[in-house]
């Protein structure tokens, strides 16, 4: 038997190997990458060194890459500052500049000259200036024997001093972050610009040609960029927004190949993946596609079918929820891939097989057996209890505070809270009214109630009917005794007498407000239902969730450390973390299904057989057909073809869109903006025969902005290479 289980995990570990040897599963340190990754990358093709992709004592690529906001990558491609990054990550500030007269998502944005390019308060672009291990330091003081919550005290402590140590003196932000589940600890050092004005937007049905229908799936064919500027002070330095700023002199600024994809072609991916869970054990993949991802996917489904049948022929409700449903289908859409992937390649039993490999090799020596002994038995405990807050949680999140009345009533807390506070002056109140009508104000200008008021009765209603008696919030005790369980006449009743039904009666409210006054909105149908499920968060999950938590960071840090030992010749890449990353493999077509065949590159001519004058997703412009019948293409076109999208087998996630697809040379000859459906199980298990990122041909978006945009005058700042 033991033998039996010996030979079982051997053939794991080859099968491993071979499948690794045509694409590289993995997400990469950029300063590690000489030590780990330099060589096999250069046999798989590259021809620059790991020394030109991260160097701190020389400008090298990763002084282009940007985490864009809080969850995206853009790259630097002018040495005045230009920004690329995808349709969908410029979308919220698209979508903010838009209206119906001025509507930007529509009809696409092109700034002439630099009066035109659009500032976007809030937005920023962070660089990494360097990064360096500092385990050591962080680990100093920390003890066997401490506690979890002593642990993180000493973390704490020992993050702060770092972090101050690396900010004295200099402009720049500082954070650590935790690697291979706090097992290993990195710094980094950034520089955060603030000044960021919108460039460029093809129109949408471009930008977002195939829309949520397309989403996830190859083959595709959408123009998923927008172009930004970063503008800086006359030092060259961030700043807020002035119009004294100038245009951003970069450090380096990332060369665009006009040389195009063939298969089997070397890529790499530079950016900031959000999340993965490569190393968590079944019981997990059991949690999350049987119980989270199912749970998710039908709330999801409710909210989406009511936003469908008033966006079809709203146009006004069309831009107010644009982005709005855009999200919510995206998860929606995401997760159904997912779970169909593990199925698929039965990634539960694949952990199960590792799993019994990891006891064997747990029980072959008594030292492993006395500190991994137990591990996978409290694991499993542990996702057993989580698994059901969990899933309260999730009602709450999807359900309850998806509900939009909720969210409005919200945004009066800290009124409410300030307003009882003994002592408070009227200049902190009027200050805080004003913030309050600001906030209320973005809030309302994506509003439509008659939306509101049937997700409201959806959500009440699944949420309802899903929630235990003894453990569910108040509201339910509410309907069930006053309104005889009759969720839509409790509705009726909320947005008829709430403040928080419409803009003019909160702004209303808000004029005339005193401190007093707090007591209405305390008696407001509308907060009191936010009341209740913030109580019930309190009450029933929020201590309950941070203890669960806290018992598997300390197991996973176990788990991750044993995984480590058990295959010492092994290169493991630390799970994504939202840092800076780099992952690599080759453009390669794939079999999505059986007899099926999908070519790793789509072109204008696919369009055109998409093209559906009346599917909103499938519109066509009259300008691209005219450039398309004429092969009006330019220097971008290729034999007499215009490439749109092409796929690769590097491993991304969430937070890769807008990163750059790099050659051989590293060069750009692409934006990452997703991945395949069949491959969206990547992010707990990577299969590469079926895992592929998708990307935005940059020789389509140098077409676009140049012969169907006429904004040659972009392409000219560009540095193009022939
Ligand atoms: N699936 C891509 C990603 O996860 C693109 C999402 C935006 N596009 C959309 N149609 N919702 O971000
Ligand atoms: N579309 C994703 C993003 O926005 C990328 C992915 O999940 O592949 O980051």
Redesign the pocket.
């Known amino acids: 038997m033991k033998n039996l289980y010996r030979i079982l995990f051997i053939s794991i570990v080859v099968a491993a190997q071979i499948q690794t040897a045509q694409a590289k599963e993995g997400m990469w340190i950029p300063m590690l990458l000489e030590q780990l990754n330099q060589k096999e990358m250069q046999d798989m093709g590259m021809r620059i060194t790991a020394k030109d992709i991260y160097d701190i004592n020389h400008s090298s690529l990763k002084d282009a890459i940007l985490l864009f906001g809080g969850?995206?990558?853009a790259e630097i491609i002018s040495d005045e500052g230009l920004v690329l990054t995808?349709h969908?990550?410029g979308y919220r500030s698209i979508q903010s500049h838009s209206t119906i007269e001025h509507d930007y998502l529509t009809d696409g944005f092109w700034a002439m000259n630099r009066n035109e390019e659009l500032p976007n308060p809030g937005l920023t672009v962070t660089r990494l200036v360097r990064m360096e291990d500092v385990t050591q330091q962080m680990l100093e003081g920390i003890t066997q024997s401490m506690s979890e919550k002593e642990r993180e005290s000493v973390l704490k402590i020992n993050g702060d001093k770092i972090k101050a140590e690396a900010e004295k003196e200099n402009h720049y932000k500082a954070y650590v972050r935790a690697f291979y589940y706090g097992n290993e600890f990195y710094l980094f050092v950034t520089e955060v610009f603030k000044d960021i004005r919108l460039v460029g937007a093809p129109p949408s049905n471009i930008g977002k040609f195939g829309g949520d229908t397309d989403n996830w799936m190859w083959p595709r064919h959408t123009g998923d960029f927008s172009l930004f500027r970063i503008y800086v002070n006359k030092d060259n330095e961030p700043a807020e927004y002035s119009k004294d700023n100038v245009p951003y002199k970069p450090l380096y600024s990332i060369p665009i190949s006009l040389k195009g994809v063939k298969e089997d072609d070397f890529t790499f991916i530079f950016g900031f993946p959000?999340r993965t869970q490569e190393y968590v054990p079944s019981y997990a993949i059991e949690m999350i596609t049987q119980m989270q991802n199912p749970t998710r996917i039908a709330l999801r489904r409710q909210k989406l079918d009511i936003y469908e049948s008033f966006m079809i022929d709203n146009p006004k409700v069309r831009i107010q929820y644009s982005a709005k449903y855009a999200s919510l289908s995206?998860g929606w859409k995401?997760w159904i891939g997912e779970d169909k992937g593990i199925r698929k390649l039965n990634g539960i039993e694949k952990k199960q097989d590792y799993e019994k490999a990891f006891r064997q090799w747990v029980d072959a020596s008594p030292e492993r057996q006395k500190e991994y002994g137990e591990l996978l038995n409290e694991l499993n405990d542990v996702y057993n209890r989580t698994t059901d807050v969990q899933k309260q949680f999730i009602y709450l999140l999807e359900a309850g505070l998806g509900i939009e009345i909720v969210k409005a009533a919200r945004q009066l807390t800290p009124l409410v809270e300030l307003s009882q506070k003994p002592g408070v002056t009227d200049e902190e109140l009027e200050k805080a009214v004003t913030k309050t009508k600001k906030n209320i104000g973005k809030f309302y200008k994506d509003y439509y109630q008659p939306i509101d008021q049937k997700v409201f009765v959806k959500m009440l209603q699944t949420y309802g009917d899903n929630a235990p008696e003894e453990n569910r919030p108040a509201v339910f005790e509410l309907i069930d005794t006053k309104y005889k369980g009759d969720i839509a006449k409790y509705a009726g009743e909320v947005f008829d007498k709430s403040m928080f039904s419409s803009e003019e009666k909160v702004n209303a409210f808000l004029a005339k407000y005193k401190k007093q006054k707090y007591k209405k909105i305390l008696k407001d149908p509308g907060y009191q239902l936010a009341n209740d499920f913030i109580t019930y968060y309190r009450n029933n999950i929020q201590t309950q969730r941070a203890q669960l938590n806290t018992e598997l960071d300390s197991l996973m840090r176990i788990y991750m450390k044993a995984q480590m030992e058990m295959e010492p010749g092994k290169r493991f890449y630390p799970d994504a973390n939202s840092t800076l990353r780099v992952a690599y493999g080759k453009v390669k077509p794939y079999y999505p299904r059986d007899a099926v065949f999908y070519e790793y590159q789509t072109t204008l001519k696919g369009i055109m057989e998409k093209e559906d004058p009346n599917v909103y997703d499938y519109v066509v412009e009259d300008k691209l057909k005219e450039l398309y019948a004429n092969k009006d293409f330019g220097k971008y076109g290729e034999d007499g073809r215009m490439p749109v999208c092409f796929i690769a087998t590097n491993h991304?996630?969430?937070?890769?869109?807008?990163s750059p697809a790099l050659n051989a040379d590293g060069e750009l000859i692409g934006v990452?903006?997703?991945?395949d459906w069949e491959g969206?199980m990547s992010d707990l298990m990577f299969d590469p025969d079926q895992c592929r990122?998708?990307m935005l041909d940059i020789r389509y978006f140098l077409f676009i902005v140049d012969k169907f945009a006429g904004a040659g005058h972009l392409v000219d700042e560009m540095n193009l290479v022939e």
């Open positions: 969850g995206c990558t995808n969908h990550c959000g995206n995401k991304t996630t969430g937070g890769n869109s807008g990452n903006f997703d991945r969206t990122n998708i």
